[in-house]
């Protein structure tokens, strides 16, 4: 079996968000259960390929917009591993398509249409290599239309895995004809761009052979209307071939310094250094951490932001770190300079883009805060419990299947920021319980949950496996 993973990112050599972390370790894991996976990306200015040993394997001409483009595919392996990933290098739409100074600077749609012309391409120039595409989220929407058109019935199967239902990488209906897209060929293309503008989403949703959100929770609530929104119905449409497979986390990523035996002199070791790092008062307050992008939609900053008083008035401290919407970052800078002093050493805003000290805070802290309106999978809470910290989530996707209530984290229903403050009482109280009996069983509990990619891999085996049978049979 052979799969080439196709996506936006794969960590660590391109990271932005949780994407990047499963296409940068499912591969892996696949690999050590007989699939052979390779992973295909742009190359953009932000790859990070120091230490890397990259070369150029091979150039391939892609048409788009009626003029052939020179793509070089470079390659590398995906660090500790034996998986190849593919880096594609062009300058118009790789390298400058974000520098306005560029004559006609590309949109973000248009770039990913090319990117999508261009896995097309490489799969002809690999022709009957691979068995399977793994299609990754909106911006590989038009792989499998585009396969069908170049390799009819000698294409490879397809799947097509959602990681958050509200990117959709809507752009204009040009892009269509751009990718050599005939009208006519495919019905549902034509019929999404009667109102002018073409949603990538939909129509990777559609076309592919097989579709999978990224866990069991998140692909049953994107069928109702409150979180599938007006894609809920075509989801419905695809019954039987839409499922849900738990995101992994590749645990050889993650240092720790301690384990179930020695946990707890540890952490509070950790929480020190911590506290001191950030001007926090260095004592044994519980620390509440929260650590995201910021998506003014998607993470529960408005209920987060209403519980921060009880937090700090309840003698807890407050950590955050994330950077994203320009509004949020502004409220919480502002909202440090009102409170700090009356708060003086319990808060800690941090808004910028750093992975150590996101690690200093999940090893250290006692608590994340994961209060997200929708979570397709997350990836924090697992993180979290591995270092012993206790998710608070709200119960929905992912987090409602990692997370088990009392047992090794805390969970609440009903996305208001009163239920939030309950639940986190909930942990103050437990945490000072006399001897802490309590809150060191469950870190204990979390510290043993295995959210490794062994379950899921076989699942995405299995998967492949399926999509091959009934590409053979023609179903
Ligand atoms: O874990 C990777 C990630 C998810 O919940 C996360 C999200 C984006 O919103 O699958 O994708």
């Given at each position: 079996m052979k799969v080439l993973l196709a996506a936006s990112e794969v960590a660590p050599i391109i990271k932005v968000g949780g994407l990047g972390d499963v296409v940068g370790s499912l591969p892996k894991a696949l690999e050590k259960i007989g699939v052979n996976a390779d992973v295909i990306v742009p190359f953009f200015p932000s790859a990070k390929t120091q230490g890397l040993n990259v070369y150029k394997n091979m150039e391939i001409d892609v048409p788009f917009n009626n003029e052939t483009h020179v793509v070089s595919v470079y390659s590398t392996k995906l660090p500790g591993s034996?998986?190849?990933?593919?880096?594609?290098?062009?300058?118009?739409f790789f390298t400058n398509w974000k520098n306005s100074a560029f004559a006609n600077s590309v949109s973000e749609t248009e770039v990913f249409t090319f990117?999508?012309?261009?896995?097309v391409e490489y799969l002809k120039s690999?022709?009957?290599?691979?068995?399977?595409?793994?299609?990754n989220d909106w911006h590989t929407g038009l792989v499998t239309h585009l396969l069908v058109d170049e390799l009819d019935a000698e294409r490879p199967g397809t799947l097509?895995?959602?990681?958050?239902?509200?990117?959709?990488g809507i752009g204009t209906m040009d892009v269509v004809r751009e990718a050599g897209i005939l009208p006519g060929a495919h019905p549902l293309v034509d019929y999404d761009i009667q109102d002018g503008d073409i949603n990538l989403l939909f129509q990777g949703i559609t076309s592919s052979d097989f579709v999978n959100a990224v866990s069991e929770s998140y692909a049953k609530e994107i069928l109702t209307e409150e979180y599938g929104k007006d894609l809920a119905d075509v989801l419905k449409a695809r019954e039987g071939r839409l499922s849900g497979i738990l995101n992994g986390i590749d645990y050889t990523a993650l240092p720790r310094s301690f384990d179930l035996?020695?946990?707890?002199?540890?952490?509070?070791?950790?929480?020190?250094?911590?506290?001191?790092k950030l001007g926090l008062k260095v004592d044994d307050s519980p620390v509440f951490a929260f650590i995201s992008r910021l998506d003014s939609y998607q993470k529960g900053l408005d209920i987060l932001y209403e519980?921060?008083?009880?937090?700090?008035?309840?003698?807890?401290?407050?950590v955050l770190l994330g950077t994203g919407d320009p509004k949020w970052e502004e409220t919480l800078k502002e909202y440090f300079v009102k409170e700090n002093e009356q708060h003086q050493g319990r808060l800690s805003i941090n808004i910028t883009f750093d992975i150590n000290l996101a690690n200093d805070i999940y090893a250290a802290s006692d608590f994340l805060l994961i209060p997200s309106r929708y979570e397709p999978c997350g990836l924090t809470q697992m993180v979290a419990m591995y270092y012993g910290t206790l998710p608070?989530?709200?119960?929905?996707?992912?987090?409602?299947?990692?997370?088990?209530?009392?047992?090794?984290?805390?969970?609440f229903d009903?996305?208001?920021?009163?239920?939030?403050?309950?639940?986190?009482?909930?942990?103050?109280?437990?945490y000072r319980r006399d001897g802490q009996r309590e809150l060191d069983t469950m870190i204990k509990n979390a510290m043993r949950s295995d959210f490794g990619w062994g379950k899921s891999a076989q699942s995405y085996k299995s998967l492949y496996e399926k999509i091959v049978k009934y590409r053979s049979l023609n179903i």
């Open positions: 034996d998986v190849d990933v593919m880096l594609l290098n062009n300058d118009r990117f999508c012309r261009c896995i690999k022709f009957n290599t691979y068995d399977v595409v793994h299609c097509f895995t959602i990681h958050n239902l509200m990117y959709q035996g020695s946990f707890k002199t540890e952490k509070k070791k950790l929480k020190s250094a911590l506290q001191k519980v921060i008083p009880s937090i700090l008035e309840n003698e807890g401290q407050f608070i989530v709200h119960a929905v996707g992912g987090l409602k299947d990692t997370v088990e209530n009392g047992v090794n984290g805390f969970s009903g996305y208001v920021s009163t239920n939030l403050a309950l639940v986190i009482n909930k942990a103050l109280e437990i």
